[in-house]
């Protein structure tokens, strides 16, 4: 009979370990468990009036949180608004808030990839801020979602990347970190599925040891123990493993945990199954089966129903193990119905993410394109005005050479008029001198003529006609 944690129990572990790391989102909101419809209209009423970005984001948060139980699409949707209005905000904490959240939306409806995206992107963003409580908070819930995918190796990388971060901040703390305890107990089941039982043993004891020190650590001691003591009835230590099953059973017992006794009851009919002591391994089967009846667990009831039947086959008892056949059968139905109506929900739900995306996708490219639009009619305009810019300036420009052309144009006139005006005045001055020259010169001829003419008196008169004759040719000069 195996004695291993089966896939609902595992589940149901790793749900519980993820529930602790709520807490990182509550500390944000410490109201997160009321579900009245008049709440949800007072959070509603406090979005609208919301008066920062940050409290739009936390009041989506919580909406969102809010319609998680009853309304997943609605829920997602809130959740996916906060992450729009934070990655508008530009802000790195608000956005890692949004998504630590849309992470942790998924994982509790069983879409473990899509949850896998969204802490990815969370830790990118915390590595990038610096927030190593973050980064343990992240590791550890993708671990636990790899736990589900059944990815052991990868889940047990996770869980001690994020054990060694809560070690290391608890040097400095004197505080424990019950995050160290949960880990212990992940890391211990993990190991036990890659068969590793060496270390499983090793981390549960570490759990255990800081469990008990560790003040209203009842329900992970109690998960702890019961889990070493099954992993020490496969290995035959039956004294070690009573020892620790009891201790579980009797802590889960003294705080009424239920489910908890239920597990606890069917790992003692193993145990004692094991040791051959039949009685008392049917009467745990049957607590544990009228508890699970009593609690409403579906999986625990097809389990331990299964149990009694392979009990009483196993002791060719056919009437009772027929009845528990009987019994195993109609609750694995009802099991595989509720499978059935979840997957066909999630498939829905995927369906509508799909839808979603592919509207959000065309929207974006509708915004890119609009934003390419306008791109390229800021650079058309820009190249008009450049070309204007370029056109004035050069029309600037050939003004201004025009103007100083004229300007040259007008310095040469003024030249040439000035050295006209010297060439007139020396033309002038020539002239002058010229006139004076030649006044002179008649009057030179003139005192020359009367010389003559006087001398002409005293001479003979064939000299006289020389003496005139030169006399008329200075006249005519």
Known sequence: MSTIISANTLKALILRVLSIFFFFLSFFNPHLNAQDQKRIDSLNYLL?????????????????????????PLSLEYAHKALEFSEKTGKKKLQSYALFNLGVSYFSQGLYEISTRYFFRYLEIIKETGNTRGMAYGLTNLG????????????????????????DMAKYDTKPYSEIITIYNNLGIVSKELKQPDKAID?????????????????????????????????????????????????????????GQVNSYREMATFYNKQNDKEKARNYLYLGLNLANEIGSLSLQAEIAGMLFEFYNESRLADSALKYKIISTEVQEKLNKEAARKELAHLELTSQLEEKAKIREFEQRRKEFKYLIIGLALVLLLSVLGLLYFLSQSRVRR????????????KNLELEKYNLMQELELKNKELATNVMYQ???????????????????????????????????LEKT
Do not use: C, M, P, W
């Open 203 to 259: 981390y549960y004891l570490r759990g255990i040891s800081l469990a008990r020190k560790t003040q209203g650590q009842y329900y992970n001691l109690a998960n702890l123990l019961n889990n070493l003591g099954s992993l020490y009835v496969n290995h035959g230590k039956t004294g070690e493993a009573l020892n620790y099953l009891t201790e579980a059973l009797e802590i889960r017992l003294e705080n009424d945990d239920k489910t």
């Open 144 to 167: 636990s979602i790899r736990v589900q995918l059944e990815e052991y190796q990868l889940a047990q990388e996770n869980f001690e990347k994020a054990l060694e971060i809560f070690n």
């Open 439 to 473: 006044i002179q010169k008649n009057e030179l001829t003139h005192e020359i003529g009367q010389k003559l003419q006087k001398l002409s008196y005293s001479i003979s008169k064939s000299d006289q006609q020389l003496i005139i004759g030169i006399i008329k040719d």
């Open 399 to 410: 003004l201004s050479l025009e103007k100083e052309n004229i300007n040259l144009v007008s």
């Open 48 to 72: 609208e009036t919301a008066e920062s970005d940050s409290v739009r984001i936390y009041r989506l948060v919580v909406i969102s949180q809010e319609y998680s139980s009853n309304n997943i």
